[in-house]
């Protein structure tokens, strides 16, 4: 019979290293996961759906089985066989059924996760009857998280531990059940969207893009016709397609019956102890933090073996499994260097000796052709490091009788600064508040999403039931209404539930944070190190990100203030837009800081989550743009007594900078962070009048200490911990 769930997994065109990591999985879903990530369109789900192909169809499970357990148990128990299996029962009945591809939709409540109680079966009965959740029905299939880096923490958490454990604890009203859950895990994530979590992203066995390279004009046309040929149902769109997809099916039939062949011969594939060895020096070659590294190596290439038909690893095996799970991981690689205190090159030790003829997967190849483009990508790397390549003088020489004369932009550009002061204590995201992690909105309250604080009597129309509260609501009165429930229909009912009965849940969660960095790009910061103003903002973005805050990017030179990254999640994102800000014109002050209290607000009321904005504002203090010219495009020079030549006096400009600063003061949910730019020997003192009257928190950047920032953060900053 036709598999019409998902596009065929041999019509994908390239990504080949990412479709052997999917085998290689599906030989061993209880050690391998697998990340994908991906820009927009590049085939992250459709190479995670199309695995339900290529995976055995049918399972066999205990009949009846709600958690899709294994008639020998090899893969675990729930808590109810296990009580029947105390109980003297013994497992007679089998079934197959089709193995479970199940996917994780974004905003997936914890209940509808791990499972919960079942108040219809609950009330007729009158006991708590559990009703299974998506990870129980996964257990053995294939379970897809698409978007990962978007699910709430809550449920990061708790696929976090469910990969680590391979099993599933739930207590809740009253109950306490236990059930494994040992899926194929394939996540997917766009990074652009947002950022993971580096400790979920370590839980991954392999981690791989799907941004492959530019494709040829043949392999576009393939990609086309193979899309526009497949249809879902039995039947396809031309003869051609047809013909096509009769020939992957058996393609695909064969892969599957090789999985299934290799995960019968996995437990046979020996590893040598010089092998295993040989792994974890690479592991430490490359600077792993932790044991993932080479563990995942290892159960990797014993798949990679036992998918090859093998019962030993070999040299092939263990390269691949370096490729796979241990490049990934690497904090060095050739050609760093990392100095110890006297100055001496602690890295210069060769590496040892890799066994049987093994090469080093970490040593630095000759160059070639092709792997030039692979060199070109470093080059460009070490430009976005702030590490200016040699450059090439050839072209150079051959001009030099034509030199073309010295142009200055409008706008210009800076880069990075590495070496930055920032005071120790403003790296810590928690004092960026009045308030610290307390205040009136430290914690929002809901009736659908967060931990349950106490049971109330209903409101509104959607509500989480607090079934146990309800229970006792209508424990008292359960004599008087069976004496009235004789002969009705509701007589046979073991517990009687009426409507002012019912409690509802009142859920609380931590209230999120928006920073919204203000970067002044205006031409007198060129003047005032814009380079190190940059650095700085970098160094506090990434502590903003640290405590999974959103951020947003706001600059303002020119006429107007404009906002230059919305709010979001994504580090890589905001930074790439920081890093090529362009510099010049005009200070348009006031009018960024009322962009910035609008986009404040605006976020405040749209999304629920965020219960704080910290507005970090780095300037020069200035203001040479009045607002009404930021918003009407004109001044009228009336509105100041003492206007020159149609524009306004510099008290003028001070002075409504510091009305809008005011404003910000007024807001309970905004603090300020005024970091100023601005040369000692010409200190103006706008920038800390106005984070005076924002009754906000003032630092001077200072260039003179040569301590960078990331050393600061590193040696001298803890982040406070808030309770969930």
């Known amino acids: 019979m036709r598999d019409?769930?998902?596009?065929?997994?041999?019509?994908?065109?390239?990504?080949?290293?990412?479709?052997?990591?999917?085998?290689?999985?599906?030989?061993?879903?209880?050690?391998?996961?697998?990340?994908?990530?991906?820009?927009?369109?590049?085939?992250?789900?459709?190479?995670?759906?199309?695995?339900?192909?290529?995976?055995?169809?049918?399972?066999?499970?205990?009949?009846?089985?709600?958690?899709?357990?294994?008639?020998?148990?090899?893969?675990?128990?729930?808590?109810?066989?296990?009580?029947?299996?105390?109980?003297?029962?013994?497992?007679?009945?089998?079934?197959?059924?089709?193995?479970?591809?199940?996917?994780?939709?974004?905003?997936?409540?914890?209940?509808?996760?791990?499972?919960?109680?079942?108040?219809?079966?609950?009330?007729?009965?009158?006991?708590?009857?559990?009703?299974?959740?998506?990870?129980?029905?996964?257990?053995?299939?294939?379970?897809?998280?698409?978007?990962?880096?978007?699910?709430?923490?809550?449920?990061?958490?708790?696929?976090?531990?469910?990969?680590?454990?391979?099993?599933?604890?739930?207590?809740?009203?009253?109950?306490?059940?236990?059930?494994?859950?040992?899926?194929?895990?394939?996540?997917?994530?766009?990074?652009?969207?947002?950022?993971?979590?580096?400790?979920?992203?370590?839980?991954?066995?392999?981690?791989?893009?799907?941004?492959?390279?530019?494709?040829?004009v043949e392999e576009r046309v393939g990609v086309v016709d193979n899309v526009i040929g497949f249809e879902g149902g039995t039947q396809q769109n031309s003869a051609l397609a047809e013909e096509n997809l009769r020939k992957v099916e058996v393609e695909e039939q064969a892969l599957r019956t090789r999985v299934e062949m290799a995960r019968m011969r996995l437990n046979k594939v020996q590893i040598t102890k010089s092998q295993i060895q040989y792994i974890c020096e690479e592991a430490t070659r490359a600077g792993c933090e932790g044991q993932r590294a080479e563990i995942f190596a290892t159960e990797i290439s014993k798949a990679s073996a036992a998918l090859g038909g093998k019962t030993s690893v070999s040299k092939d095996d263990l390269q691949k499994a370096i490729v796979l799970a241990i490049l990934p991981r690497a904090t060095c690689f050739p050609g760093d260097a990392v100095e110890s205190s006297d100055g001496d090159n602690v890295m210069n030790a060769p590496p040892p000796p890799p066994p049987q003829g093994l090469q080093p997967i970490l040593e630095q190849p000759p160059m070639t052709e092709e792997n030039h483009d692979q060199d070109t990508d470093?080059?460009?790397?070490?430009?976005?490091?702030?590490?200016?390549?040699?450059?090439?003088?050839?072209?150079?020489?051959?001009?030099?009788?034509?030199?073309?004369?010295?142009?200055?932009?409008?706008?210009?550009?800076?880069?990075?600064?590495?070496?930055?002061?920032?005071?120790?204590?403003?790296?810590?995201?928690?004092?960026?508040?009045?308030?610290?992690?307390?205040?009136?909105?430290?914690?929002?309250?809901?009736?659908?999403?967060?931990?349950?604080?106490?049971?109330?009597?209903?409101?509104?129309?959607?509500?989480?039931?607090?079934?146990?509260?309800?229970?006792?609501?209508?424990?008292?009165?359960?004599?008087?209404?069976?004496?009235?429930?004789?002969?009705?229909?509701?007589?046979?009912?073991?517990?009687?539930?009426?409507?002012?009965?019912?409690?509802?849940?009142?859920?609380?969660?931590?209230?999120?944070?928006?920073?919204?960095?203000?970067?002044?790009?205006?031409?007198?910061?060129?003047?005032?190190?814009?380079?190190?103003?940059?650095?700085?903002?970098?160094?506090?973005?990434?502590?903003?990100?640290?405590?999974?805050?959103?951020?947003?990017?706001?600059?303002?030179?020119?006429?107007?203030?404009?906002v230059l990254v919305p709010p979001t999640k994504s580090m890589a994102l905001t930074k790439n837009r920081l890093e090529a800000m362009p510099c010049g014109g005009g200070s348009p002050l006031a009018h960024s800081l009322m962009l910035a209290a609008q986009t404040a607000l605006n976020t405040m009321k749209v999304k629920q989550d965020v219960g704080r904005v910290v507005i970090v504002l780095i300037t020069d203090g200035r203001t040479n743009i009045p607002l009404e010219l930021s918003i009407d495009h004109a001044f009228t020079p009336s509105t100041d007594p003492d206007s020159k030549d149609g524009m306004p006096s510099r008290k003028f400009l001070k002075d409504e900078a510091l009305a809008c600063a005011k404003k910000l003061a007024a807001v309970k949910e905004l603090d300020v962070v005024v970091i100023d730019t601005e040369d000692v020997f010409t200190r103006t003192g706008i920038a800390k009048d106005i984070a005076t009257a924002a009754s906000g928190k003032y630092v001077h950047l200072d260039k003179t200490d040569s301590m960078s920032v990331a050393h600061v953060a590193r040696e001298n900053v803890q982040h406070e911990t808030e309770d969930g």
């Open 4 to 216: 019409t769930r998902s596009f065929p997994f041999g019509l994908i065109v390239d990504q080949q290293q990412i479709k052997h990591a999917l085998l290689l999985s599906a030989i061993n879903p209880k050690s391998i996961s697998v990340l994908i990530s991906g820009g927009h369109g590049t085939g992250k789900s459709v190479l995670a759906r199309s695995m339900s192909r290529i995976v055995p169809s049918h399972i066999q499970i205990v009949r009846g089985s709600e958690y899709n357990i294994h008639p020998d148990l090899e893969d675990g128990v729930d808590s109810f066989l296990l009580q029947r299996l105390h109980d003297g029962e013994k497992i007679t009945e089998t079934e197959f059924i089709p193995t479970p591809i199940v996917q994780i939709p974004l905003g997936v409540m914890e209940d509808s996760l791990v499972g919960a109680v079942d108040l219809e079966n609950s009330l007729e009965t009158g006991t708590p009857i559990f009703s299974p959740g998506l990870l129980a029905k996964a257990h053995r299939g294939i379970l897809y998280i698409d978007d990962i880096n978007l699910l709430d923490d809550e449920v990061i958490d708790i696929l976090i531990k469910v990969m680590s454990d391979g099993c599933v604890n739930v207590e809740r009203e009253g109950l306490s059940v236990t059930y494994p859950c040992r899926p194929l895990v394939i996540a997917s994530y766009n990074p652009e969207e947002g950022e993971l979590r580096e400790h979920l992203h370590d839980r991954f066995a392999i981690t791989l893009s799907a941004d492959a390279p530019q494709m040829s």
């Open 378 to 562: 470093d080059t460009e790397n070490e430009i976005e490091e702030g590490k200016q390549p040699e450059p090439d003088n050839s072209e150079q020489e051959g001009d030099e009788s034509e030199p073309e004369p010295l142009a200055i932009p409008e706008d210009f550009f800076f880069d990075v600064a590495k070496d930055v002061h920032v005071d120790p204590s403003l790296l810590k995201v928690s004092r960026w508040t009045r308030r610290g992690r307390g205040g009136k909105r430290a914690k929002i309250f809901s009736l659908l999403r967060g931990r349950f604080v106490k049971a109330i009597f209903p409101k509104g129309k959607k509500a989480r039931l607090a079934v146990a509260a309800t229970l006792r609501a209508a424990a008292p009165y359960q004599k008087g209404r069976r004496k009235r429930a004789i002969g009705t229909r509701k007589q046979a009912r073991v517990v009687h539930v009426v409507k002012d009965d019912f409690r509802i849940k009142r859920m609380s969660r931590k209230a999120g944070t928006l920073v919204i960095f203000c970067v002044d790009s205006s031409g007198s910061m060129a003047l005032n190190r814009m380079n190190a103003a940059k650095g700085a903002a970098i160094e506090l973005l990434s502590e903003a990100y640290k405590s999974r805050d959103k951020i947003a990017l706001i600059t303002f030179h020119g006429d107007s203030a404009q």
